[in-house]
């Protein structure tokens, strides 16, 4: 089946009622059937809340047989969907290498809480690929990748860096949110962990936090538990919302890639744009990665501005009507930020104001017309 309708098919109640969508049960105690099964519950019976019930396996089943993994770790954030598999993967003396684009808050993570455990952690360039080996050493036990970034969008080539990973025992694990678990599978590239923000394209509506991380194989079962050791657990009124979510992501994240890259396109053309940056175009560095790994394109990208400084930049952002200004995407409105307060230059600053722009469900006339407009307010 193609993508679209096998999401409209997965992590559907088997319990023989009919229902099309799972119930939302709100429940800690779940009591026994009798002495014997109180520790030893029959396959498929919860025996605990907190492990999730109808809502929460209900969507662990989706996005299991939507990566092909074995196990899906519910957060209750993306960045804990990122940050707890990094402490399941990694103990005291071990060390964590990290793509210099990754979220502005998990390399905060990365880089202060993972210390305070005894772990180092060093960032390599984006487009290292099989150049990594040369950084992975004895103490390498995770490697963290994010393609694109989030905000400068670097490709990463997974392959050859879950190849090296392999090699020397480490694990890989990949911020997928950007492609949803739809538009790219990590886990096929190779790599041991695909965690994404749920709050975002699944979701689809900016009304949830939430996140997850999946594996296969003894990964898996690390992360299985972990998760109920560490004690985490989303609330089944959140994994409903993820679900029903899901149900539409085709459609939504086709729109709004389509979308993205008309806009983008005429961007291209504008005489204060220096560059956009957006992976699916040809004149991106990574193309040939995104063209070999990804089957399609999400909403978010980046143009980098010329002339702009603080205060042109924010006036710009503040004229755009249709535009919010937020940190999130994937829901139906489009937003826009500038990133330069927190991009990371390791790499070399790059020419002109970066802004990122992550498109909706609007109609891309609408969201060019404003762009326009607001150009126009900031020329005068």
């Known amino acids: 089946m193609k993508p679209e309708t096998r999401l409209t098919r997965i992590g559907r109640p088997h319990d023989g009622r009919g229902l099309v969508n799972p119930a939302v049960e709100r429940g800690s105690t779940v009591l026994a059937e009798s002495a014997a099964t109180l520790y030893d519950a029959p396959p498929g019976k919860p025996h605990y809340g907190r492990m999730g019930l109808s809502a929460q396996s209900a969507l662990r089943e989706a996005l299991c047989e939507l990566y092909g993994a074995d196990w899906c770790m519910l957060t209750p954030s993306g960045l804990s969907a990122m940050s707890l598999p990094l402490l399941a993967c990694t103990s005291t003396g071990g060390r964590v290498l990290a793509a210099d684009c990754v ?51 670097e490709l990463q080539d997974i392959p050859a860096i879950s190849k090296a990973a392999s090699d020397a025992g480490a694990v890989v694990i990949a911020d997928d949110t950007w492609s949803a678990g739809l538009l790219m599978n990590p886990l096929d590239l190779g790599a041991g962990i695909a965690a994404q923000a749920l709050t975002k394209y699944v979701g689809g ?28 657990h989303v609330s089944p009124d959140d994994a409903w919302l993820a679900l029903r979510g899901l149900r539409t992501l085709g459609v939504r994240l086709t729109r709004s890639g389509e979308s993205a890259l008309k806009i983008a396109d005429w961007l291209a053309d504008r005489p204060e744009v220096s560059s956009v940056i957006h992976p699916a175009r040809p004149d991106h560095p990574d193309h040939a990665i995104f063209k070999r790994d990804f089957s399609g394109s999400s909403g978010i990208f980046a143009v980098t501005l010329t002339g702009f ?64 407009t607001a150009f126009a307010a900031v020329s005068r």
Not at 122 to 144: C, N, R, V
């Open 309 to 372: 400084d603080r205060a042109r930049t924010e006036a710009f952002l503040d004229a755009m009507k249709l535009f919010g200004l937020g940190f999130s995407w994937g829901g139906f409105e489009s937003l826009a930020i500038h990133c330069d307060p927190q991009i990371r230059r390791n790499h070399g600053k790059p020419e002109g104001t970066l802004i990122r722009f992550a498109i909706g469900l609007e109609d891309p006339g609408d969201l060019i017309a404003d762009i326009g």
């Open 103 to 153: 979220y502005g808050p998990t390399r905060k993570f990365i880089t202060e809480i993972l210390p305070r455990y005894g772990i180092t952690a060093d960032f390599f360039a984006p487009g290292i690929g099989s150049g990594i080996a040369d950084l992975i050493d004895g103490k390498t036990q995770a490697i963290f990748v994010e393609s694109p970034g989030s905000l400068s969008f």
């Open 205 to 232: 509506h900016s009304d949830i936090l939430l996140g997850a991380a999946l594996a296969r194989g003894e990964t898996a079962e690390k992360l299985k538990d972990y998760e109920r050791t560490i004690g985490c």
